[in-house]
C-alpha cells in the first residue's frame, strides 16, 4: 500500500503562497512546537510553577502571522518566533500586536510582504496606515 507523507514543511520559506494563505483565511493550521523550553520564563524571569507551569509561547500567534502577514507555520513555530513564558499571564504578555510584529519581521531582514496581502497590511507596513 502506498502512502502519503505529511508534515513536509514549507521548504525553509518565510512567507506562503497566495493559494495556500487563502486556504488558512478558511481554517487556520494546527501548531506544532518541537523546541525545549528555557528553564525560567523570558517574559519575568521566574521559575515554573505549579499551578502555572512554563510553556512554549509564539511571539507573533498563529492568528496574527498567518492569516494578516501570510508567515508559514514553519516559521512561525521556529525559534525565532518562540519563547519560553508561564502559561496563565506571561504568555499573553509574550504576544505581540500586528506593528510589533513586523518590527520583528522586519530586524529578521524582512523588506518586503507578500503582494496579494490585504492593502491596510501594506500601508501598516509602509507607515502610512491610518
Same mark, same amino acid.
Given at each position: 500500500?502506498?502512502?502519503?507523507?505529511?508534515?513536509? !514543511? =514549507?521548504?525553509? /520559506?518565510?512567507?506562503? #503562497? *497566495?493559494? *495556500?494563505? /487563502?486556504?488558512?483565511?478558511?481554517?487556520?493550521?494546527?501548531? =506544532?512546537?518541537?523546541?525545549? /523550553?528555557?528553564?525560567?520564563? @523570558?517574559?519575568? !524571569?521566574?521559575?515554573? !510553577?505549579?499551578?502555572?507551569?512554563? @510553556?512554549?509561547? %509564539?511571539?507573533?500567534?498563529?492568528?496574527? !502571522?498567518? &492569516?494578516?502577514?501570510?508567515?508559514?507555520?514553519? =516559521?512561525?513555530?521556529?525559534?525565532?518566533? &518562540?519563547?519560553?513564558? %508561564?502559561?496563565?499571564?506571561?504568555?499573553?504578555?509574550? *504576544?505581540?500586536?500586528?506593528? @510589533?510584529?513586523?518590527?520583528?519581521? /522586519?530586524?529578521?531582514?524582512? #523588506?518586503?510582504?507578500?503582494?496579494?496581502?490585504?492593502?491596510?497590511? %501594506? *500601508?501598516?507596513?509602509?507607515?502610512?496606515?491610518?
Amino acid at each position: 500500500m502506498a502512502t502519503i507523507e505529511f508534515n513536509i !514543511g =514549507f521548504d525553509g /520559506r518565510m512567507f506562503l #503562497t *497566495e493559494e *495556500e494563505w /487563502r486556504t488558512y483565511v478558511r481554517r487556520k493550521p494546527v501548531r =506544532f512546537i518541537d523546541k525545549k /523550553r528555557d528553564e525560567v520564563c @523570558q517574559v519575568c !524571569g521566574r521559575l515554573a !510553577g505549579d499551578r502555572d507551569p512554563l @510553556q512554549n509561547a %509564539h511571539r507573533i500567534s498563529f492568528g496574527l !502571522g498567518v &492569516i494578516c502577514l501570510a508567515l508559514t507555520p514553519d =516559521f512561525l513555530d521556529d525559534d525565532a518566533n &518562540i519563547m519560553t513564558a %508561564h502559561r496563565k499571564g506571561c504568555n499573553a504578555k509574550a *504576544e505581540l500586536g500586528l506593528g @510589533q510584529a513586523m518590527a520583528l519581521l /522586519r530586524k529578521l531582514g524582512v #523588506t518586503d510582504l507578500p503582494a496579494f496581502l490585504p492593502q491596510f497590511v %501594506h *500601508e501598516l507596513w509602509l507607515g502610512r496606515a491610518t
